[in-house]
């Protein structure tokens, strides 16, 4: 038999990410050969991740990159299937390195095919969840760019935010923070009224005219009355027009406006678990 070293299995874990035993046991059968040893890990994880395709990955953590420009951002969630898993230290770092990575991809299925570690991001996580027992998924991949992009990761990895705006100002760190802080407490559906879908709308309206009807409201105030009640649940639902969590007196563009007259927000995007 192949006498496997401390410092080849440490070399192994070091690439793979996998645990003492697994990779001393992968460089036993591959007979000290790492290229095999990788391969067998992976076949392993593929067989964990088989028994565990049906499990529900709900849990993990929810992770906001910028580049080092400020113009583009990413928020990608890695999922995992306990709490337990998610807060671990190992977790959190490795999604964080997936971010990173995915800030370089243009969509989902370039991230998934994008290489770490010597392999694709897919394959990575198949081994992983070989490593980690727990069905490991990428939930979510949204990405923002804008002459400026801000970030906001909430306590805990749970929720994710970006703001983007119409250029850059002196103090737009800490403006682009408030937004994107407003964006994860208030999760609104829209940037403004215009990107609300008319089925939103219509089913609202209608939702108004049946409570004004249950009210013994007449039919001919029912439309004035329902446009009403859009335009206050366009208010609350959207970010610009939403009250400003710090200053409830003004609205977010109110506030925006405040710090520089021609300074708009012109999109989010928010990834939550919660």
């Known amino acids: 038999m192949v006498k496997i070293t401390a410092s080849e299995v440490n070399k192994l874990r070091k690439m793979s990410g996998a645990g003492i035993m697994d990779c001393k046991n992968a460089l036993v059968e591959s007979k000290g050969e790492f290229d095999l040893a990788i391969e067998i890990l992976r076949k392993k994880g593929q067989k964990v991740a088989a028994k565990r395709a049906e499990r529900e990955s709900s849990e993990g953590a929810v992770i906001a990159k910028v580049d080092s420009n400020c113009t583009k951002g990413v928020i990608i969630s890695l999922n995992c299937e306990t709490d337990f898993v998610a807060k671990n230290d190992g977790f959190i770092s490795l999604a964080n390195e997936l971010?990173?990575?995915?800030?370089?991809?243009?969509?989902?299925?370039?991230?998934?095919?994008?290489?770490?570690?010597?392999?694709?991001?897919?394959?990575?996580?198949?081994?992983?969840?070989?490593?980690?027992?727990?069905?490991?998924i990428i939930g979510s991949f949204e990405k923002l760019s804008a002459p400026y992009v801000g970030k906001y990761i909430h306590a805990g990895n749970k929720i994710a935010t970006l703001s983007g705006f119409s250029?850059?100002?002196?103090?737009?760190?800490?403006?682009?923070?408030?937004?994107?802080?407003?964006?994860?407490?208030?999760?609104?559906?829209?940037?403004?009224?215009?990107?609300?879908?008319?089925?939103?709308?219509?089913?609202?309206?209608?939702?108004?005219?049946?409570?004004?009807?249950?009210?013994?409201k007449p039919e001919a105030m029912l439309d004035n009355i329902a446009n009403g009640k859009l335009k206050r649940f366009f208010k609350d639902n959207t970010l610009v027009n939403q009250a400003f969590i710090k200053d409830s007196k003004q609205s977010v563009a109110e506030y925006v406006k405040s710090t520089n007259t021609d300074l708009k927000v012109t999109g989010f995007k928010r990834v939550s678990l919660v």
């Open 99 to 136: 971010a990173e990575l995915a800030l370089q991809s243009s969509s989902l299925d370039e991230f998934l095919n994008s290489k770490i570690d010597s392999m694709k991001v897919s394959e990575k996580l198949i081994q992983q969840t070989g490593v980690i027992g727990e069905k490991l």
């Open 167 to 216: 250029h850059s100002i002196e103090g737009i760190e800490e403006i682009s923070k408030n937004v994107a802080m407003q964006a994860a407490a208030m999760n609104p559906i829209a940037l403004d009224e215009s990107g609300v879908d008319q089925t939103t709308i219509d089913k609202e309206i209608e939702i108004a005219k049946d409570q004004l009807r249950q009210e013994g």
